[in-house]
């Protein structure tokens, strides 16, 4: 099955655990999508080889870039009209609090869709969703 | 850590790598490093399991957000002449491009600036040449931060080990 058909068929299906499986980074992040209350979560569980700072210990700060930008396009993906990967223009992370050795959870939101260009505003949190440990602004190429 | 002659490019490299875990994981190595400029220049090698779109083989952005921070946060190091506890507070980065697919990856940061609280930085990502850049960035970073810094001993042990 080649990407488009995975798009397609996690975008009609609304699950997009099937597209998650086939992107080999998400899989090295151990990346999975959950869907709560209604809403989409993704979360990212604790593994070693994620850790950056072994002294703390806290998460790498790139784990955290690398989750946002992910769920942003998956984000992108779930919520777009024609279904293809996007790809980022420009990513900003935000760090909040240092990333903790545990499970870390993130939902990204359309802020504006464009013809070319679409904005998400995504979130990464651990304990609390009212207290993130990081945020970003990612801008997608999607046309 | 005293005058650019004396960089001890092993020690460094064993402390970008083998104590952050996240960093063996991409297999990130050290390649160059001068205090003046603080310039940090480091390797991360074509791997696989780093694909973000497994039709055109292309890296995902994520593994290139994390080099362009780690060799950010090496910078810093480098401009103090130690290693510091520190913390991304910001990251930027701009794909002016692609990593074609199947190729080593560069990156390389330099620290311009620091006040008592935060570091600045800006960085390339590269295959080639850093003067065409695939990604720019720039980062801050938060000094004297929680939690402390990665001692000389504990480096030379880990290296002995």
């Known amino acids: 099955m080649s990407v488009e058909d995975v798009l397609r068929t996690a975008k009609s299906s609304g699950d997009l655990t099937s597209l998650v499986e086939v992107i080999p980074y998400l899989r090295f992040l151990g990346v999975h999508v959950e869907s709560r209350e209604g809403r989409r979560v993704f979360v990212m569980p604790f593994a070693e080889h994620l850790v950056g700072n072994p002294t703390l ?3 790498h700060g790139g784990t955290l870039g690398g989750l946002l930008e992910s769920i942003a396009h998956l984000e992108q993906i779930a919520t777009a009209e024609s279904p293809r990967l996007p ?57 | 850590m ?10 460094m490299n064993a402390a970008l790598r083998d104590f952050v875990p996240h960093n063996a994981a991409l297999g990130i190595t050290l390649v160059a490093a001068s205090y003046t400029p603080a310039t940090v220049t480091v390797k991360m090698p074509w791997n696989p399991q780093l694909v973000g779109n497994p039709e055109t ?105």
């Open chain 1, 87 to 143: 790809k980022t223009i420009t990513l900003t992370i935000d760090y909040l609090r240092s990333g903790k050795t545990r499970d870390t959870y993130a939902a990204a939101k359309v802020v504006k869709t464009g013809r070319r260009v679409t904005t998400l505003q995504c979130l990464a949190w651990q304990e609390d969703e009212n207290a993130p440990i990081a945020s970003a602004m990612v801008i997608l190429k999607v046309g």
């Open chain 2, 2 to 11: 005293a005058d650019d002659e004396t960089i001890d490019l092993e020690m």
């Open chain 2, 57 to 161: 083989q292309v890296m995902h952005g994520g593994a290139i957000t994390t080099v362009l921070d780690a060799t950010a946060g090496a910078s810093v190091f480098l401009k103090l002449r130690q290693p510091a506890p520190i913390a991304t507070l910001d990251l930027r980065v701009d794909f002016l491009g692609r990593a074609p697919a199947h190729k080593d990856v560069f990156a390389r940061a330099e620290c311009y600036h620091h006040t008592s609280s935060v570091a600045f930085v800006r960085a390339v990502a590269y295959v080639e040449n850093p003067e065409e850049p695939f990604a720019t960035a720039s980062a801050t970073f938060a000094l004297s931060t929680r939690g402390r810094a990665i001692t000389e001993q504990e480096v030379r042990k880990g290296l002995k080990a």
């Open chain 1, 57 to 59: 210990p806290a998460l």
